[in-house]
């Protein structure tokens, strides 16, 4: 599904859940609940630590329900609150985790294989692309997870992290970089080879 429809749809949901509809709240977790699970546990480098924060959140959001209509991107809203409630569950390295935002984060990426991109890329290509994003520094390779693998805009991961559009297109621009290095190919503009959100 492409994120601009994935987007309506949540919003759809949004206006079902305020009307306490308890399935449209159950898809709306079930379309989130994995890949802010990854998120939130790179954050924290546990996984039970994150499906209680995951857990936490859409409580919340049931708990608010009636008032969600106001809500302009919900990916956002989201990624938002389980950032902060991640943080808010590091208690004493939240402070250091917000003045140096994912500095000493290790994401986890998830092989790149499950979109159109892939299919011109051979198995060994794959695999080589996959290392080189292993290796990025974390900053790096939470952006480009984020941009590439949960289909956020740079925008949208700009408002998620508290920083700047011109660092999003400077991370990418280094893990494009080292992708093509490593899959033997040569940039000829930025521009040219820049992977969008």
């Not at 699970?37 to 009636?66: C, P, Q, T, Y």
């Not at 389980?82 to 250091?96: G, P, V, W, Y």
């Not at 990025?136 to 952006?143: D, F």
């Amino acid at each position: 599904m492409l994120e601009k429809d994935f987007n309506k749809e949540a919003t759809g949901l949004l206006e079902q859940i305020d009307n306490s509809n308890e399935t449209a709240f159950a898809r709306l977790y079930a379309m989130y609940a994995r890949r802010l699970i990854v998120f939130s546990g790179s954050i924290l480098h546990s996984r039970e630590m994150a499906e209680e924060v995951v857990e936490d959140v859409f409580v919340k959001i049931w708990n608010k329900r009636g008032t969600l209509a106001g809500i302009e991107n919900i990916s956002v809203y989201l990624y938002t609150a389980i950032k902060n409630q991640s943080l808010s569950r590091l208690s004493d390295k939240a402070h250091k985790l917000i003045t140096a935002p994912f500095d000493d984060l290790n994401p986890s990426v998830e092989a790149i294989n499950q979109d159109p991109y892939s299919i011109f890329i051979t198995s060994e290509m794959l695999n080589r692309v996959n290392d080189v994003v292993e290796t990025l520094p974390p900053r790096c390779k939470m952006i480009f997870k984020l941009i590439r693998e949960d289909g956020l805009k740079y925008k949208e991961v700009a408002a998620i992290l508290n920083i700047s559009v011109n660092t999003i297109d400077a991370q990418m621009a280094i893990a494009v970089k080292r992708i093509c290095e490593a899959i033997g190919i040569t940039k000829t503009t930025d521009k040219a080879t820049k992977i969008t959100g």
